[in-house]
């Protein structure tokens, strides 16, 4: 007998895709959060300590995108479950050779809130590296789930 910590539960028994069935699990207090970071040029990080980059706040603006990103999830991802996100903070610093983002999102559900985490730390990078383009197009991302709490699987968080 298989568990859902050894198959893939947005498959049916034939391989089709389905939103997976959450209406018999608690409703419980559940956050995630999620890093990524978009490695820039020594001369965007300049800016952005300075006067700023071409387009504007860049991080102010990113910031935003964040958060509108995490309210959207379940517009982007076609399985995902439409949540009440009940709180949403997303926080970015620039590091000597990147912009560093971290989103932490809140919900009361029946569902964990790590894809809405993740949309956010995209779509606030996505939203960077627009702002910073025109001074480096080589602008690069990484992203990943940090940390998560509550639901049946109980707490979690990367140990590297």
Do not use: Y
Request: proline share 3%; glycine share 6%; net charge neutral.
């Amino acid at each position: 007998m298989s568990s859902a910590q050894d198959h893939l539960t947005h498959l049916d028994d034939a391989g089709a895709a389905r939103m997976v069935d959450v209406s018999a699990k608690d409703v419980t207090a559940r956050t995630a959060t999620a890093s990524r970071r978009v490695l820039v040029l020594p001369r965007v990080v300049e800016l952005l300590r300075g006067d700023g980059v071409p387009k504007g706040d860049a991080l102010a603006t990113a910031r935003i995108a964040g958060i509108m990103g995490a309210k959207r999830t379940p517009e982007l991802i076609p399985l995902c479950h439409p949540l009440a996100v009940s709180g949403v903070k997303v926080d970015l610093s620039v590091a000597d050779d990147a912009v560093v983002i971290r989103a932490r999102v809140k919900t009361t559900e029946r569902t964990g809130v790590e894809m809405e985490a993740l949309t956010a730390v995209t779509v606030a990078a996505l939203t960077v590296i627009d702002m910073v383009k025109a001074v480096d197009k080589a602008a690069i991302t990484d992203v990943r789930v940090e940390e998560k709490s509550g639901g049946a699987s109980g707490d979690w968080s990367r140990t590297s």
